[in-house]
């Protein structure tokens, strides 16, 4: 970042923690009736800023805001910058303060959305405003999509927007979003920053299985639940093949080197044990899952139903989409129906080009132990939808981490928090990327 883009940062790492507390006040669970009143927070925010922002309903209450900030060039190709303001439920009662109240506290700002994701939508704005408050452009034109619906799928938002509202996308080539750029400590002078390059595919599956119906108390030998549950189980206890995409295999040479354990390509589980709380969400990259999730059957104890039925969690590799269907439809066997109730695509983009050396070169210039890493994220994110309208998408919302914070716990969990001086670090980072992009 040049020196003239130096106040753009100073602004957002003063303003960062204010914004993100105030997001995080404005209950926007999904489902529910807050999505409308944090997207009109943020649009005022942004005219306030100078902007001009479009406000867009897929659904009356299920909104989404969009603005383009103009660069100093305008014949370059635009980035996108994506963030969603829903969150998922919160039991306050499970939780050690409300969920919605924003409390600092030991040096933390707690809450739902603190880390999924209004930590990178208060950078975001933070930035935002930073550039219109000294009148600095950044050097190409930006695009801002704050969205409804991710935690639903995005059907209602990201996905809305990519198939009704494209061209507000015009110009745009490149995209971050959220569940990247953040560290993992190796040493007190070494953190590797990992990088989204890539995303599973989602396939959720129904399984149903039919019967005769009868009285509990006596013999059926064609039972619907018996049936389902056989083929449950063994979906259930399947460990996929192992299949290792080029993403996983750089993340996984990286932390061979930096950990000092060599990487047994039959047996990559060995290495991955020693990343510590981040060995569920690697390990997970490492082939298809297809989790069982729900069952439904019955409606009376001593009445055997007609039908049976289960919900399973499918994500699948890159390519390997058309695998896990028959995978699955074989496990679950004769009579009973496997039908994809959702699916979204995997993706998968280099890591490579002068926006992964512009990522790096901000998290070096604020971190000087800071190691670049790609890695592919077992979850999904609205990047699905922009990536599907020709847009390549990463994973970059910048974050310095405690070394004993189990991050990858916070996301949908309970005492969700984001440490104040992480998010300080990432909208002076997001600046410094900004400034070079």
């Not at 509990?216 to 996929?240: K, P, W």
Request: aromatic share 6%; net charge negative; hydrophobic share 40%.
């Amino acid at each position: 970042m040049t020196d003239t883009f130096l106040p753009v940062a100073q602004h957002a790492e003063a303003s960062v923690v204010d914004l993100c507390r105030d997001l995080i006040r404005i209950e926007s669970t999904n489902p529910g009736t807050g999505e409308r009143r944090i997207a009109e927070h943020v649009a005022t925010l942004l005219t306030d800023m100078g902007l001009e922002p479009t406000v867009y309903e897929s659904e009356p209450g299920r909104t989404s805001v969009l603005a383009r900030v103009a660069g100093e060039d305008r014949g370059r190709d635009a980035l996108l910058i994506h963030g969603h303001l829903d969150v998922v439920p919160a039991l306050a009662g499970d939780w050690t303060y409300p969920p919605f109240s924003g409390e600092i506290v030991n040096d933390m700002l707690w809450g739902r959305g603190a880390v999924d994701m209004k930590d990178m939508v208060a950078m975001t704005l933070a930035v935002t405003g930073g550039w219109q408050a000294t009148a600095i452009k950044p050097p190409r034109d930006v695009v801002l999509a704050f969205v409804a619906d991710e935690e639903a799928g995005g059907g209602l938002g990201a996905r809305f927007l990519a198939d009704n509202h494209r061209d507000e996308f015009n110009g745009v080539t490149e995209a971050i979003g959220e569940v990247g750029g953040f560290s993992y400590t190796v040493s007190d002078d070494l953190r590797l920053y990992l990088i989204e390059t890539a995303q599973k595919g989602m396939s959720w599956l129904r399984l149903t299985a039919h019967a005769r119906a009868g009285h509990g108390s006596m013999v059926h030998e064609d039972n619907a639940v018996t049936q389902l549950c056989e083929a449950v189980a063994r979906i259930g206890r399947y460990e996929h093949p192992l299949h290792i995409t080029s993403t996983v295999r750089q993340f996984l040479d990286e932390a061979s080197e930096v950990l000092g354990v060599e990487l047994d390509p039959d047996q990559p589980e060995l290495l991955i044990a020693k990343l510590g709380s981040l060995a569920k969400m690697i390990g997970a990259t490492l082939r298809d899952t297809t989790n069982p999730t729900m069952l439904d059957a019955g409606y009376k104890v001593n009445v055997i139903p007609g039908s049976a039925s289960a919900q399973i969690d499918g994500r699948f590799l890159p390519g390997q989409h058309e695998k896990l269907l028959a995978t699955v439809r074989e496990l679950a066997g004769p009579g009973i129906e496997v039908e994809e109730t959702h699916g979204d695509i995997a993706v998968e983009t280099p890591f490579d080009g002068a926006l992964v050396d512009a990522m790096g070169a901000a998290l070096r210039a604020e971190d000087a132990g800071a190691r670049p890493v790609p890695y592919m994220l077992s979850g999904g994110t609205d990047a699905k939808s922009f990536s599907s309208i020709g847009i390549r998408c990463f994973g970059f919302s910048p974050l310095k981490l405690p070394a004993d914070l189990d991050f990858a716990a916070l996301f949908h969990g309970v005492d969700e928090r984001v440490p104040l001086d992480g998010l300080r670090f990432g909208a002076r980072t997001l600046a410094r990327f900004l400034a070079a992009t």
